[in-house]
DNA sequence: TCTGGGGTCCTAGGACCC
DNA sequence: TCTGGGGTCCTAGGACCC
């Protein structure tokens, strides 16, 4: 399968991957040291695990678990709500340790990097495992967390040398060992290789990584398309992935969806939680300078079945104003009356940069201008006071927490919850306004 | 087996044009 | 009007990932 090295140490590249360990709640465990030791578990406002400590999960706590369960394995588990911002914080941090060792850093999610680690022996007068282990201990020292390291010919070996030990795990795979990795390891396991193309695969007797890599050439072009043909060679050391430098990637789309139980079909209640949806993509679009041309309107019913209905806009925007007339009207193609529903969404797809948006001989210019200076006002307040100080009236009705069963419709109800809600808004000190655009 | 909220890329097929 | 070849753009949908 490889192609046999000629001397025992030639590493064409040196991919290095990193992959923090129970990322969100070791966080937490370096914020507050009392956690140490603990089963600490994220995901509290979502009814779902989102993170947990490896004490958690040695009492059996899963990623996705439902929280009452967890509560049930493991009583004194510590919920907590996950908290993006400080997360962001050690991801940051983590990133700028990394580029101490090389400028070549891809970072690839928020806990996870590559880095072209290749010719830096002579550099740190070390090993390649050398080299990772002063990455690993650096991070510990600094940020309070552990990760652990996989060292490869290529990204996907990389990938599989990371997460081979875990956690605080050093793995190098060099060309020679790399069939050891491959043997017990289900093809499915293979990042790119996910449970659809495992089946596909299984009709050829292939089941795990090493079976795949060992596939002729031939079988691989004829039966599987590029993404597949890819990994193929990157399992057998040929490095084809590059590692991407570039910080900034621009988004190719933005999407918000929010999900509610009970399912509901309250129609009023539903075009708020959409309209809501769309009001939070806007402000992610402008915050990245952004104009979307299409917007894509979506509603999944209690059966999963989902219905998306897309538009092409008129002028490439990122103001709900401009957006709620399309938005009503994939609406009201989508949804059915007598139908529950159980969440909606929203993508702001096409998206160019708003600089390069051009205005044509139809636009109403003074309009378009005024509304830009009225989102400029709407995310500094925001800024200043949090999302949606200022909301869009269609919006108002998504802030109704409860809905009680046998109340469900009635309208006078919900617009006491909702008076309520603003008190509290205003008990805290913060404005309540309702800006008509 | 569906756990929720983000995302990306690839391919096939239709519309349209020369 | 038919026949055939060839190219581009767009969109829907699939498959995966964290």
Same mark, same amino acid.
């Given at each position: 399968m490889t192609t046999q090295p000629l001397t025992i140490h030639s590493w064409p590249r040196a991919i290095l991957h990193i992959d923090a360990d129970a990322f969100f709640a070791s966080c937490e465990q370096a914020i507050h040291p009392e956690l140490k030791g603990k089963p600490v578990i994220t995901g509290k406002e979502r009814g779902i695990v989102s993170a947990a400590s490896y004490e958690a999960k040695g009492r059996g706590v899963e990623r996705g678990m439902r929280l009452f369960e967890v509560r049930r394995v493991c009583p004194d588990a510590v919920i907590l709500p996950s908290d993006y911002e400080t997360y962001s914080l050690f991801s940051v941090r983590?990133?700028?340790? =990394?580029?101490?060792?090389s400028p070549d850093v891809e970072e690839y999610s928020i806990d996870e990097a590559f880095v072209d680690l290749t010719g830096l022996r002579r550099t740190f007068h070390g090993s390649y /495992? &050398?080299?990772? /282990?002063? !990455?690993? &201990? #650096?991070?510990?020292?600094?940020l *309070?967390? #552990?990760v652990s390291i996989g060292v490869s010919l290529s990204k996907v070996l990389a990938k599989i040398g990371s997460k081979h030990k875990k956690p605080r795990g050093i793995t190098l795979i060099p060309g020679r060992e790399i069939h050891n990795y491959l043997e017990k390891l289900p093809v499915g396991?293979?990042? *790119?290789? *996910? $449970?659809? @193309?495992s089946e596909f695969l299984k009709k050829f007797g292939i089941t795990t990584a090493l079976e795949f890599a060992m596939k002729e050439e031939t079988f691989i072009k004829r039966h599987l398309s590029k993404p597949y043909q890819? !990994?193929?060679?990157e399992l057998n050391g040929r490095s084809v992935y590059p590692v991407v430098t570039e910080s900034k990637r621009e988004y190719q789309s933005i999407s918000k969806t929010k999900t509610f139980t009970p399912p509901s079909d309250d129609e009023e209640f539903i075009f708020a939680q959409i309209s809501k949806n769309l009001e939070n993509a806007c402000i992610k679009a402008r915050r990245?300078?952004?104009?979307? @041309?299409? =917007? !894509? +309107?979506?509603?999944?019913?209690?059966?999963?079945?989902?219905?998306?209905?897309?538009?092409?806009?008129?002028?490439? @925007? $990122?103001?709900? $104003?401009? =957006?709620m007339e399309p938005l009503k009207k994939g609406f009201r193609e989508a949804y059915k009356p007598n139908t529950l529903y159980r969440s909606t969404g929203v993508v702001l797809a096409g998206l160019i940069p708003e600089k390069s948006v051009q205005? #044509?001989?139809?636009?109403? +210019?003074?309009? !378009? &201008?005024?509304?830009?200076? +009225?989102?400029?006002? +709407?995310? #500094?307040?925001s800024e200043r006071f949090g999302k949606h100080t200022v909301q869009h009236g269609s919006s108002l009705f998504a802030n109704i927490q409860v809905q009680h069963e046998g109340e469900r419709g009635d309208v006078a109800f919900r617009k006491t919850e909702l008076f309520r809600g603003e008190n509290r808004r205003q008990r805290v000190g913060l404005p309540v306004l309702n800006v008509k655009v």
């Amino acid at each position: 399968m490889t192609t046999q090295p000629l001397t025992i140490h030639s590493w064409p590249r040196a991919i290095l991957h990193i992959d923090a360990d129970a990322f969100f709640a070791s966080c937490e465990q370096a914020i507050h040291p009392e956690l140490k030791g603990k089963p600490v578990i994220t995901g509290k406002e979502r009814g779902i695990v989102s993170a947990a400590s490896y004490e958690a999960k040695g009492r059996g706590v899963e990623r996705g678990m439902r929280l009452f369960e967890v509560r049930r394995v493991c009583p004194d588990a510590v919920i907590l709500p996950s908290d993006y911002e400080t997360y962001s914080l050690f991801s940051v941090r983590m990133f700028e340790i =990394l580029r101490r060792f090389s400028p070549d850093v891809e970072e690839y999610s928020i806990d996870e990097a590559f880095v072209d680690l290749t010719g830096l022996r002579r550099t740190f007068h070390g090993s390649y /495992g &050398e080299i990772a /282990g002063k !990455i690993q &201990e #650096t991070i510990e020292k600094e940020l *309070g967390i #552990t990760v652990s390291i996989g060292v490869s010919l290529s990204k996907v070996l990389a990938k599989i040398g990371s997460k081979h030990k875990k956690p605080r795990g050093i793995t190098l795979i060099p060309g020679r060992e790399i069939h050891n990795y491959l043997e017990k390891l289900p093809v499915g396991k293979v990042w *790119g290789i *996910g $449970a659809n @193309t495992s089946e596909f695969l299984k009709k050829f007797g292939i089941t795990t990584a090493l079976e795949f890599a060992m596939k002729e050439e031939t079988f691989i072009k004829r039966h599987l398309s590029k993404p597949y043909q890819e !990994i193929w060679h990157e399992l057998n050391g040929r490095s084809v992935y590059p590692v991407v430098t570039e910080s900034k990637r621009e988004y190719q789309s933005i999407s918000k969806t929010k999900t509610f139980t009970p399912p509901s079909d309250d129609e009023e209640f539903i075009f708020a939680q959409i309209s809501k949806n769309l009001e939070n993509a806007c402000i992610k679009a402008r915050r990245y300078d952004l104009a979307a @041309t299409r =917007l !894509i +309107v979506f509603l999944k019913q209690q059966d999963f079945r989902d219905i998306g209905i897309e538009l092409k806009l008129n002028r490439p @925007t $990122a103001y709900p $104003a401009e =957006l709620m007339e399309p938005l009503k009207k994939g609406f009201r193609e989508a949804y059915k009356p007598n139908t529950l529903y159980r969440s909606t969404g929203v993508v702001l797809a096409g998206l160019i940069p708003e600089k390069s948006v051009q205005h #044509t001989l139809f636009d109403d +210019v003074a309009r !378009i &201008e005024k509304m830009a200076r +009225v989102y400029s006002a +709407v995310d #500094t307040l925001s800024e200043r006071f949090g999302k949606h100080t200022v909301q869009h009236g269609s919006s108002l009705f998504a802030n109704i927490q409860v809905q009680h069963e046998g109340e469900r419709g009635d309208v006078a109800f919900r617009k006491t919850e909702l008076f309520r809600g603003e008190n509290r808004r205003q008990r805290v000190g913060l404005p309540v306004l309702n800006v008509k655009v």
